[in-house]
């Protein structure tokens, strides 16, 4: 596998809800260990695409593929002996393609599998109130992906760890800050062992000063090679960490190139508009 490969590719990606439309053909590339912003105005459809890749959204037309395309499984492709690699909790390898083709039918177990392959962290991070830390984060691995428990607890012990958190491993969610909330928030998709990474508003949620602590387990996570699509109003936070920025609106893709370009010196006017009001 080319290490440029799409980890992600999505075609053609078209969303009504009702008369409205939302996603008007959206084609994405994200080659493994590579990180996209998507940025635009509010209904622009950023989200749509995030929750169409996590199967939350049934797209009308178009398809999405995640994993490499090819016949074998490339084991290879992972970061071996990469800082994150040791004990099971680094980026995992990628796994053969999967693609599903909205235009045709799609089953409930394709989008399943669809879903497993990518994990979100939400803006309002999406924790289940009446479980611990620790059962937040083991709760998908062992009931939905059906990991033995010991392993999962081990391994969720030492991502919480990473961020800081694992004397709260037994707290509520409601005894946490918004900051310490997502990061369990990212620690949980992290526990997944996804392909792909989606990030929506991450820190959009969160007061001032809690947000940079929580960019900052994002940047690392782009560091050690994970895959990740993010949508994100922190413009600074997209220039420093995402190899390619998307700009979109009213359902297109109006602009796109790398971070510098397309923040720096954008060429198309809606994106210049945008960023100036932003940056
Ligand atoms: P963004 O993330 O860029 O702010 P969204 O993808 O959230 O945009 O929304 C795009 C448009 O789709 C908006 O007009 C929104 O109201 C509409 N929309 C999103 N989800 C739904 C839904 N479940 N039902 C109806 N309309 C929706």
Known sequence: ?????????????????????????????????????????????????????????????????????????????????????????????????LTLDFGAKVTPREVAALRDRSAMVFQHYNLFPHLTVLQNVIEGPVRVQKRPRAEVVAEAEKLLDRVGLLEKKDAHPFELSGGQQQRVGIVRALALKPQLLLFDEPTSALDPELVDDVLEVIKELAEEGWTMVIVTHELAFARQTADEVVFMAGGVVVERGPASQVLRNPQEERTQAFVRRLL
Request: without cysteine.
């Open 1 to 97: 596998m080319s290490p440029t490969e799409p980890v992600l590719q999505v075609r053609g990606l078209s969303k009504s809800f009702g008369a409205n439309t939302v996603l008007r053909g959206i084609d994405l590339d994200v080659p493994r260990g590579k990180v996209v912003a998507l940025i635009g105005p509010s209904g622009s459809g950023k989200t749509t695409i995030l929750r169409s890749l996590n199967g939350l959204e049934t797209p009308d037309a178009g398809s999405v593929t995640v994993g490499a395309r090819g016949t074998s499984a490339d084991g290879a492709a992972g970061a071996a002996g990469g800082p994150g690699s040791e004990g099971g909790t680094g980026v995992e390898p990628v796994l053969p393609a």
